[in-house]
């Protein structure tokens, strides 16, 4: 198998409720959506928004049989100064705050917020890890 993700899909509680978040929180643009799921564009790989018990059946399971453990998502900002004003949209649409964005021990600048359903995100920014004109972060 080649060392890639192609695409990552949450199951969520409410299709409208998440959509409206990562549009309007987030500012991202759906690239497909039918009444279970929603796709987004991001990057070099796919995001979905999938109605939790449908993606349950899909995968043969319990809806609430397979927890996500600790896990976050990141958004990576090319410059320290984009990190504040995009954890506040996150916030005022209705993230909740887990760790307000501060200076990190690992010499960037990041916050955690969780997403109406609870997944975690990061936005960051990290000096060592130069983003790409097309979004691409290459590990050096």
């Not at 506040?88 to 010499?107: H, M, N």
């Amino acid at each position: 198998m080649e060392q890639r993700i192609s695409a990552i899909t949450l199951g969520v509680g409410s299709l409208v409720i998440s959509k409206e978040f990562y549009v309007n929180g987030l500012g991202w643009e759906p690239s497909f959506e039918d009444k279970n799921i929603v796709f987004f564009q991001a990057g070099g790989l796919v995001f979905g928004l999938y109605v939790r018990e449908e993606l349950a059946k899909d995968f043969h399971d319990e809806a609430v049989a397979r927890g996500p453990g600790a896990f976050a998502l990141a958004h990576n900002v090319r410059a320290k100064n984009e990190v504040d004003p995009l954890f506040q949209r996150a916030l005022a649409a209705g993230a909740t705050p887990l760790k307000p964005p501060q200076e990190a021990f690992w010499g960037g600048y990041s916050g955690y917020f969780a997403d109406p359903d609870g997944f975690v995100w990061e936005i960051a920014w990290n000096p060592n890890w130069p983003i790409a004109r097309d979004g691409t972060i290459e590990l050096c």
